[in-house]
């Protein structure tokens, strides 16, 4: 990746610029390439030993600056280095201690909002995991084999996604469900808070609305007992409800993709979040819902747009895919997530959920740095067992379906070629590895940094990427379904 690259083009730069040597010379050196930063410059990948060398050479050759109050002050190659160790957009530690501190006349409420509390919420790592992993395409190819069980009832095929993303996992599911039901109309749900993701997923529906035009598309950033009403709980926010049709007018998907691009000041507004004082999760600040459908179709989907206030529920499907952070309580992820879906479902209507369960050679990388850690710590066995609880007698009116491990749990991969895990594994790959394991695992920034420090967790990413010829996660999947 290029990002991986980056990070050390940044700490040569950062060198040669304290040092006042040349880039050239640096690179004769360090590892006798005068060439060496202008091959990184277009893209050129180097092994671990060769960036090793390269540390080496920076570490060894430069003492310690002073701050102005005489205590030793962090290079800032390094700082940049435990930031991230996949974007080359990094920050340095001291940004970083100082986003985390209360600023002057700041209270610590005031400082927890602007505190990046969450993991998923570190873009440049979710980035780097979704386009080298195929975790999306197999989630979805996973809800694809749900759609044999449905049994959708007029006016439409109703589907909600709880945690759209990027809606790689939705438009995936789209091509699908049009091959079972071509002309069968759509009204598909999408709850979303972030604003980037909004913008992602907008770009990838105008094809679809070409190859299913009978499509009512939402998006909205209510919670999840929320959202697939379409309704705040609370009277304020209700009042204050954010509600934009757009009807798309013209024949192709370019004509839709100019629309759907001009939408963005609306986004802008309607997405602005706030964090939480209590557990730092983002939280809108004006419920917002946008409705999108083809304008020549407005007259068959009548009753298939939605209305404020008018919206039922009656699931067909719903896809909870890693709508959690995995160490949340089993308590929690029902009372949150799981108890309002399976309410939302009509009859004969499916829940799927997703989560990763480990036991795969991510976590074996994440245990020989902290042996101890134990991040999947609730199964689906328990999570079924708490949803029953918390539905009470309603229990008797589902099915839960936790089935084998055999059915239930299902594998996804980091891409590589085989020639990038053999005997000389680029920094890229290993640099990609390990933001895909700690990225899964969910470990925090604040842990990462004496690890980083040591540089060990890239001997470790090697040695795991060539005992499995490569890097696998695993996934487990149940399904909740309504009676009839």
Aim: proline share 5%; hydrophobic share 35%; net charge positive.
């Amino acid at each position: 990746m290029r990002g991986a690259t980056d990070t050390l083009l940044g700490e040569i730069e950062s060198y040669c610029r304290r040092s006042g040597m040349a880039e050239s010379t640096f690179g004769r050196l360090a590892v006798n390439d005068g060439k060496l930063c202008s091959r990184l410059r277009s893209g050129k990948d180097v092994t671990l030993e060769t960036a090793e060398k390269i540390r080496t050479f920076i570490s060894g050759n430069e003492a310690p600056s002073q701050s102005p109050n005489g205590g030793p002050r962090q290079d800032s190659a390094t700082a940049q280095q435990k930031e991230s160790t996949m974007s080359g957009k990094t920050s340095t530690r001291k940004k970083a201690v100082a986003r985390t501190q209360p600023k002057r006349g700041q209270t610590e409420a005031e400082a927890a909002a602007d505190r990046p509390f969450r993991f998923y919420d570190n873009r440049q790592k979710y980035l780097a995991f979704v386009n080298t992993c195929n975790e999306k395409w197999k989630v979805a190819e996973r809800a694809a084999r749900e759609l044999v069980h449905l049994r959708p009832t007029p006016p439409a095929l109703r589907v909600f996604d709880a945690g759209m993303g990027d809606a790689t996992v939705l438009t995936h599911l789209m091509r699908a469900m049009h091959r079972r039901f071509p002309i069968t109309p759509f009204f598909i749900v999408g709850k979303e808070i972030s604003l980037e993701d909004v913008r992602l997923s907008l770009e990838k529906l105008p094809d679809r609305f070409i190859e299913h035009p009978a499509s009512v598309i939402v998006i909205t950033n209510l919670y999840y007992a929320e959202a697939p009403w379409l309704r705040p709980r609370d009277v304020k926010n209700a009042a204050a409800l954010n509600w934009r049709e757009v009807a798309l007018e013209g024949d192709s998907a370019y004509e839709y993709g100019e629309q759907l691009r001009a939408l963005d000041p609306f986004l802008v507004e309607g997405w602005q979040v706030r964090s939480s004082e209590k557990t730092g999760n983002p939280m809108y600040v004006r419920p917002s819902v946008l409705v999108i459908h083809r304008k020549d179709h407005s007259f068959l989907l009548d009753s298939v747009i939605p209305r404020p206030g008018q919206v039922g529920g009656d699931y067909d499907l719903a896809i909870a895919s890693q709508p959690w952070r995995a160490r949340m309580s089993a308590e929690f992820k029902v009372k949150k997530v799981l108890a309002p879906l399976v309410r939302a479902l009509g009859p004969a209507g499916r829940l799927l959920a997703v989560q990763s369960c480990g036991e795969d050679p991510a976590l074996e990388l994440i245990r020989k740095v902290w042996p101890d850690e134990d991040p999947f710590r609730v199964d689906r066995h328990e999570l079924i067992k708490v949803l029953r609880e918390e539905i009470g007698r309603d229990a008797r009116n589902y099915n839960f379906i936790a089935g084998s491990d055999a059915k239930s749990v299902f594998r996804y991969e980091m891409h590589t070629l085989p020639s990038e895990v053999q005997q000389s594994i680029g920094t890229s790959t290993l640099f990609a590895a390990w933001n895909a394991s700690i990225y899964v695992a969910q470990i925090e920034d604040e842990r990462l940094e004496s690890v980083i420090t040591s540089g060990d967790y890239l001997k470790y990413t090697a040695e795991v990427l060539k005992k499995y010829k490569g890097l696998w996660f695993n996934d487990e999947s149940f399904v909740v379904s309504r009676k009839t």
